[in-house]
């Protein structure tokens, strides 16, 4: 059985993608820092029948990490999707974010995007081949402020993911990043005001209604699955239109 890895996996995003993954046919491993919303995504994932194993781990520990890939490919088999999708996003003006938020975004954002990558490429590569999904986000763009080590991660994602494309292509190793763009998601809990919020991201946007997170869900099952067998390098924008590239 095809095995699916998804990082923050208790956020709506996170779920809804396990969830579909589940429902095209992978087992299941889920992780997140938090074990009570990595745990009823498990479960969640189970209902639909599907096998789903959870792990509580913080992408900043490496050893974590790398025991986590190790217990998925002996209990469950080697990985042949991997979406890193975990992040962490703080809202604070350039010039007042101290090292330490810095550092912790990044952390999480850029290098546990890049440990786990290395992790499932490693038994994609022995295995004959995988697909890796990194979660980027519109904000790469530069169209919000107050947000810039997250975006510093954000683009990290999309370039990450042209490198690994053009290295792993090789091993039979497809890597793409998607940039969902604002998803009513508990990470907009960050901004004061979220009527104002809700209707500036409307006009923004080219569809006039918000996104959810199925329709997330739905193009990174499409990158994961025998449809989009020739697309690797690429990044995906699934933001109603508020960024065209």
């Given amino acids: 059985m095809s095995v699916a890895v998804v990082t923050g996996a208790g956020g709506s995003l996170g779920r809804a993608i396990a969830c579909r993954l589940a429902a095209d046919g992978h087992a299941v491993a889920v992780s997140d820092v938090d074990a ?6 498990r479960a969640a994932v189970a209902a639909q029948g599907a096998l789903a194993r959870a792990w509580t781990v913080d ?19 080697p990985v042949a999707v991997l979406v890193n999708n975990a992040a962490i996003y703080p809202a604070t003006p350039f010039l007042d974010v101290p090292v330490t938020e810095y550092d912790d975004v990044q952390a999480v954002n850029q290098r546990g995007y890049w440990l786990c990558a ?9 295995s004959g081949g995988g697909v890796i999904v990194n979660i980027a986000s519109i904000t790469m763009h530069g ?33 793409n990043a998607v940039c969902p763009g604002a998803f009513p998601t508990a990470a907009e809990e960050i901004h004061a005001d979220p009527v104002a919020y809700n209707q500036y991201v409307l006009d923004q946007q080219s569809l006039k209604r918000r996104g959810t997170p199925a329709e997330l869900a739905a193009v990174v099952s499409f990158l994961a699955g025998p449809d989009s067998s020739f697309v690797t390098g690429q990044t995906i924008g699934v933001d109603g239109g508020w960024v065209m590239t």
């Fill in 36 to 41: 009570v919303t990595v745990e009823a995504t």
């Fill in 59 to 77: 992408l900043r520990d490496a050893a974590a990490i790398a025991g986590m890939f190790e217990a998925i490919a002996s209990e469950l088999g």
């Fill in 118 to 126: 290395q992790a499932a490429a490693r038994q994609m590569a022995r």
């Fill in 143 to 175: 169209v919000l402020p107050g947000l810039a080590a997250y975006v510093a991660t954000k683009g990290a994602a999309a370039s990450m993911a042209r490198a690994l494309a053009r290295e792993l292509g090789p091993d039979g190793i497809r890597v």
